[in-house]
């Protein structure tokens, strides 16, 4: 409630009362930091769970490499990758979107190339994450390719402007 109001120094005063945090409350002060811009922070609390062997989830994922894609660590977004590798949430469409979009919004078109081409299943959210990633950092050409590779797989475009 805090975050959503920009009070995240508040938000950031519950989490640190609270002693025993489930995923639950790792996942929201981070999610707080991230809505508001501040993505440093978020990737601090997400070391804070490694260090106390908070085992993450997908909304820990995608929050993070929201927060890597913000900031254009790429590195850190790779590396958090690297970790999924061995866990079956890798196979999330959704983690895989996520990962696309930071990719392609770091600028990794080789990373991003590699990531669509091992997904099995490829919806508008996919496609549009990627798009979307290469259009942000002036690779129209390869936008307008995965475009064209959305019609020929029958996706289609949906009106969500937001990702633009």
């Keep these: 409630m805090y ?5 995240v120094e508040d938000a950031e005063g519950i989490f640190y009362q609270i002693l ?3 995923i639950e409350v790792w996942n929201a002060m981070i999610s707080a930091y ?11 609390i997400y070391n804070q769970m490694r260090v106390n062997a908070i085992p993450f989830d997908a ?3 995608l929050n993070i490499f ?9 590195d850190s977004g790779r590396s958090v990758h690297a970790e999924l590798i061995k866990k079956p949430i890798q196979s999330n469409i959704v983690i895989q979107s996520a990962l ?5 919004k770091c600028g990794s078109n080789a990373d991003a190339n ?9 919806d508008v959210v996919a496609f549009g994450s990627v798009i979307s990633g290469f259009c942000r950092n002036s690779k129209f050409e390869e936008a307008l390719g995965f475009f064209r590779a959305m019609e ?13």
């Design 3 to 7: 975050a959503n109001c920009k009070l």
């Design 20 to 22: 025993d945090k489930e």
């Design 34 to 44: 991230v809505n508001n811009g501040r993505a440093y922070d978020a990737l601090e």
């Design 59 to 61: 909304s820990t994922i």
């Design 66 to 74: 929201s927060s890597t894609s913000m900031i254009g660590l790429h």
């Design 100 to 104: 696309l979009t930071m990719h392609a």
């Design 114 to 122: 590699l990531v669509f081409s091992t997904m099995e299943e490829r």
């Design 152 to 164: 020929a797989d029958g996706v289609k475009p949906d009106s969500d402007d937001r990702r633009m």
